[in-house]
């Protein structure tokens, strides 16, 4: 309320206790980055629940196809892959709860993490990174970051207005510690190192 | 209720992985036993955290479950720090990112609401919970939303936003698994990362039994869970809203972030056409730079994972949908101005600090009867109320292991320390402490009478009945044994073995 605006400001203004306090400089901590990327990143991944296809150099979509192994409706979201489903500019948010797999590209990934990024340029409707039972990822390889620091200097922050970083399959351990994939989101996530053409 | 149970579930390879909040080995309890419940609440009278304590302890298998529980993941946090060489400066960068955002509080505040508002998001200012609540019906009630998902977020239990909406008639639906079982139960969350840890997985069973119909003998986790699934999926997809919290506001993009790990925010945010985020004023920093200093410490520090499966970031609608976000002040500015408690802002609530803390472990968050529990709560609660919450600071061994671990660097013990003092100071001590703190500042203000009390207190210590030490009236005592007592003081070792010869020495 505008009221509560100008009092709660007023108030924090009043009670500057503490003095200005400088801004610290944040480096980036990648000097001791290793040069091979991709086999720390997929460290990272399966360490988070997450798998790595194989790639196959003659037929570049079998490993995705051998992926798939329950029927249900595939939704992909890449050229690359020819699903059941596509996202039209008709589609709505709850559309994609029959998915069984979706099929999308990453924007990026991290290393030190095995986290994905996502946006809504690669997602199409935000729901496909999350109400489908499994997801397929294309990554290409020449596009993962170090750590987090390198991370957040990428464009995508300041381009989209949801991004999001998932890092393995959906996870929850409330019950006694017990870890179960699939709490609310997606069951299993899969990566396929695939360049982008 | 039958849940599907699906491969993944039975995966052998996930039993051998331990991120977001696993266990790192096997936990199981294995008996069934009454869950003992929180603090009695008797309305503005000091809470009893002591008694409540007491009965968490009688019951031998949840504390013994839970005691494990924590430490295994304070034991998952230590593991993850020693795999970053930085760890130490990450967490001086993170107090220093912190301190200086509240020390320009009201600059950054007004830098998110501009760079928010071009985004399109629609910022409200709340000057407390009740506020909060009235200004989220209202948004509700113009759009006719009568069912609105929700992801767990430590500032509506501050609020008591479920009940207010309850009594409107909006049904509000946890997402987080563990959030789902305490509103089921109709109890608070217990701690802040992982608010069902007090419960036995036969306590959920129940739970679930009674509420969404799955069957009262099966208590394995993995059907729990599933069936939970199961039950709150229909929920998501016809929710009109979605409602989360915010871990980080970052004001120079004008981006609020949200860490789960079930992706439970995601669905809450990205499934209905209306997003209300509640979040408390302190959680602001400036840039994306400082962001990743704390991506790197949130989960680390919970946890022991290196990060949550899900860190999203919303900075504006989506096409066709709304976006709200209310900055809730609820004391937060009032305590800016407490010269020894301010730094209590710093804290990002990853739970840490309970996990450590051998009080928590063996009494249970709903204990301390308040929002927060745990070390953080010892030092966050008085400054809602200081009468009700006056005790709590007493909960606490001393043994400063929540100052060590607080990826923030908030010094705990040192402000709990100082509460005692406020609180003696403004007369809010109990009767009990006030006859016991007379006596030993008589005894501790005469270097004579103290001397003369030492071989007394010693021999008293050995000989006394046990009773007389393990009474009602010594809180200490529980669950706890004294070491033994040497056989003469410092004084006497010292007069006879080294006075001669330092003396020897001088001369």
């Known amino acids: 309320m505008s009221g509560s605006r100008e009092a709660i400001l007023d108030t924090i203004r009043k009670n500057h206790v503490q003095g200005e306090r400088a801004r610290p400089n944040v480096p980036l901590f990648d000097q001791a980055a290793p040069a091979d990327l991709n086999a720390l990143f997929q460290k990272s991944l399966e360490r988070m629940g997450g798998k790595m296809l194989t790639p196959d150099a003659v037929d570049p979509m079998a490993p995705v196809r051998q992926a798939i192994v329950k029927s249900g409706p595939v939704l992909s979201c890449v050229p690359a892959f020819e699903g059941d489903m596509k996202i039209t500019p008709q589609t709505k948010p709850t559309d994609i709860a029959p998915v069984e797999y979706a099929v999308l590209r990453a924007a990026f990934g991290v290393a030190e993490t095995g986290s994905l990024c996502f946006t809504e340029k690669q997602l199409l409707v935000n729901t496909t990174g999350f109400l489908p039972q499994h997801l397929i990822i294309l990554l290409d390889p020449s596009q993962i970051v170090y750590n987090l620091h390198n991370a957040y200097q990428r464009p995508e922050w300041t381009q989209a207005h949801y991004a999001v970083f998932q890092s393995g399959p959906s996870a929850t351990a409330d019950i006694e510690g017990v870890l179960v994939h699939g709490a609310q989101g997606v069951r299993s996530l899969s990566v396929l190192f695939h360049p982008a053409s | 209720m039958t849940a599907e149970l699906h491969e993944e579930l039975t995966d052998p390879h996930a039993d051998q992985l331990d991120h977001g909040a696993a266990s790192s080995r096997p936990l199981k309890s294995r008996i069934s036993e009454p869950q003992p419940r929180g603090a009695k609440i008797h309305g ?29 993941l304070r034991q998952k946090r230590d593991k993850e720090m020693h795999g970053i060489e930085e760890w130490e400066e990450l967490r001086n960068l993170a107090s220093g990112i912190k301190e200086h955002t509240l020390s320009k509080l009201d600059y950054y505040l007004e830098l998110f609401e501009k760079n928010a508002t071009a985004n399109g998001i629609k910022v409200h200012w709340a000057k407390d919970g009740a506020e909060n609540n009235a200004i989220v019906l209202e948004i509700l009630r113009s759009r006719g939303v009568e069912r609105l998902i929700k992801s767990k977020s430590m500032l509506t239990e501050e609020c008591g936003f479920r009940e207010f909406m309850a009594e409107n008639n909006v049904e509000v639906i946890e997402t987080d698994l563990g959030e789902r079982i305490q509103q089921l139960d109709d109890e608070a969350p217990s701690h802040v990362v992982v608010p069902a840890v007090h419960k036995l997985r036969t306590d959920v069973a129940s739970v679930f039994a009674k509420t969404i119909g799955s069957d009262p003998d099966n208590a394995d986790a993995h059907y729990l869970t599933e069936c939970q699934r199961e039950a709150t999926r229909p929920l998501i ?11 980080f506001v970052v ?47 949130l989960s680390r520090s919970a946890l022991g994972s290196p990060i949550t499966q899900y860190t999203s970031h919303f900075r504006g609608p989506r096409k066709g949908s709304e976006m709200h976000v209310v900055l809730v002040d609820n004391g937060r500015s009032a305590r800016l101005g407490m010269e020894k408690f301010w730094p209590g802002l710093k804290c990002i609530r990853c739970g840490a600090c309970m996990n450590t803390c051998p009080v928590f472990r ?51 013990h040192e402000q709990i320390a100082d509460w005692r003092r406020t609180l003696a100071g403004e007369g809010e001590i109990s009767p009990v402490k006030k006859v016991m703190m007379k006596a030993a500042g008589e005894v501790l203000a005469s270097p004579v009478v103290y001397r003369a009390s030492l071989p007394l207190g010693r021999s008293a210590l050995r000989h006394l009945p046990h009773f007389m030490l393990y009474n009602k009236l010594n809180t200490w005592g529980r669950k706890r044994d004294i070491p033994e007592t040497p056989k003469q003081t410092f004084n006497e070792w010292y007069r006879k073995n080294r006075k001669q010869q330092d003396e020897g020495k001088k001369s």
């Open chain 2, 44 to 72: 503005n009278r000091p809470v009893d955290q002591s008694e409540a304590a007491n009965r968490f302890m009688a019951a031998t298998e949840h504390e013994a479950m839970h005691d494990a529980r924590l430490w295994d």
């Open chain 2, 237 to 247: 997809l016809s929710a009109q809203a979605g409602m989360t919290g915010g871990n």
């Open chain 2, 251 to 297: 004001a120079e993009t004008g981006t609020f972030v949200v860490c789960t790990n079930e992706g439970n925010a995601d669905l809450s945010a990205n499934t209905p056409p209306l997003h209300i985020a509640s979040i408390g004023i302190e959680k602001l920093i400036p840039g994306l730079d400082d962001l990743a200093v704390f991506i790197r410490l």
């Open chain 2, 362 to 412: 063996r009494s249970g968050g709903l204990s301390y009867g308040a929002t927060y529990a745990g070390p953080i709560g010892l030092i966050i609660d008085p400054t809602f109320n200081v009468h009700k919450y006056r005790n709590l600071p007493y909960s606490s061994t001393m043994n400063g292991s929540c100052t060590n671990v607080c990826p923030v660097k908030i010094n705990i």
